[in-house]
């Protein structure tokens, strides 16, 4: 079966009838404040003002994923006073999201602890797993500690979830973790990464988190880092990502949970040209070293998950002024990037995506290369 056939298995994608684009449009006027409020078409990447901090607290899963961005390097492990000091760092950010995530986040034998700490402070807390280790017992404990959103990966249905993550039984596993949160009162949205292998996969996937009574699903595109690089072929092509947007914003009217697509900053600009938008208030485009910031398990500090180049260490710097100081961040908060990206008149509210820039040239600054609206915006 060749790529192409990947595809279009199971979503037959069309231009839209003038009818069904006037039907999207006016939908979209009606529920954009919603749209706004539940961060569903981006103010950004992963977005959240005033900014996002994620800290990857552990190499170690119980899973194989076939794209995970994290290497299978042993590396030591930040401790828990250092992790302290990381969370009162980001606080000062402000009104911050803080996630926590891995490798799998609940094989950290003091995770309860850095929950509890980080929702002292005026922040959200998110906890990222593959939920196959969360029980009825382990949902309460870590509402108790104050979490407030469990996010769970679920990239297809049954036996197709396990082949994709390396282990049978994953897909019952993860649904087992969903219903234990849901029970325990924490809110729940799905991590799905978007391939070629698993697109028939989307229109289920959207059912299972309508029946489920989820929030929100962030539909990844997949980044070639870490194992990912073993799957590069399976990353959408041009053609198919914008493809992909139509099925997203089409899709969006009759379902319940919020979509929202990830790795993927140039989605608001599609809107803005298929005229179902107007105005361009408020959104940033990727915000990888920007408002996002990304820790790995030895105190790397990195612009995103995705992106693992390295602006500083927290065991050498404070977390602050890495932010405040690291060239790589200016050239990102500068939007210095190049190529097509750099002449696109949505650059403001765009500038492509910064990881896949770098997962195909090396470069963090070059055009992204899984982008086609550019064409017609530079004439």
Not at 61 to 71: E, F, G, R, Y
Not at 347 to 362: E, H, L, V
């Amino acid at each position: 079966m060749n790529a192409k056939e990947h595809v279009y298995i199971g979503i037959c994608l069309i231009e839209m009838s003038n009818m069904a684009a006037e039907e999207l449009k006016s939908w979209i006027g009606e529920h954009k404040d919603a749209l706004f409020a539940n961060d569903a078409v981006g103010t950004g990447c992963f977005s959240y003002l005033p900014g996002e901090v994620v800290w990857a607290v552990t190499k170690r899963c119980n899973l194989h994923c076939k794209h995970c961005s994290i290497s299978e390097e042993d590396q030591e492990e930040l401790t828990t006073e250092e992790g302290f000091t990381l969370i009162e760092d980001a606080a000062k950010l402000g009104h911050v999201k803080f996630a926590f995530t891995g490798g799998e986040p609940m094989l950290r034998d003091d995770i309860y602890d850095l929950i509890e700490y980080a929702s002292s402070f005026d922040m959200q807390v998110v906890l990222a797993t593959n939920g196959t280790l969360v029980s009825n017992t382990v949902a309460k404990r870590l509402k108790k500690a104050g979490l407030e959103r469990a996010a769970m990966s679920i990239d297809a249905i049954g036996n197709a979830h396990d082949d994709f993550r390396g282990v049978d039984g994953a897909f019952e596993g993860v649904i087992r973790g969903v219903k234990a949160c849901k029970n325990a009162g924490l809110a729940v949205q799905l991590f799905a990464i978007v391939t070629r292998d698993n697109y028939n996969e989307l229109t289920k996937l959207i059912k299972l988190a309508d029946d489920l009574n989820l929030w929100r699903i962030y539909l990844i595109y997949l980044i070639a880092v870490g194992r990912g690089k073993n799957i590069s072929e399976a990353c959408l092509s041009t053609d198919e990502n914008m493809e992909f947007f139509d099925f997203v914003a089409k899709r969006q009217i009759s379902a319940k949970v919020w979509l929202k697509p990830i790795c993927n900053p140039q989605y608001w600009a599609y809107l803005t040209d298929k005229g179902l938008v107007e105005g361009e208030n408020g959104f940033t485009g990727c915000t990888a070293g920007i408002t996002r910031f990304h820790i790995f398990p030895n105190g790397d500090v990195t612009p995103c998950a995705y992106l693992p180049v390295k602006a500083g260490n927290i065991r050498e710097q404070r977390f602050l002024d890495i932010v405040r100081d690291s060239e790589m961040f200016k050239a990102l908060r500068a939007r210095a990037v190049k190529g097509h990206c750099a002449t696109c008149t949505h650059n403001a509210i765009c500038g492509g995506c910064r990881s896949r820039a770098y997962a195909t040239s090396g470069d963090y600054l070059a055009e992204d290369p899984v982008c086609s609206l550019w064409d017609s915006r530079e004439q």
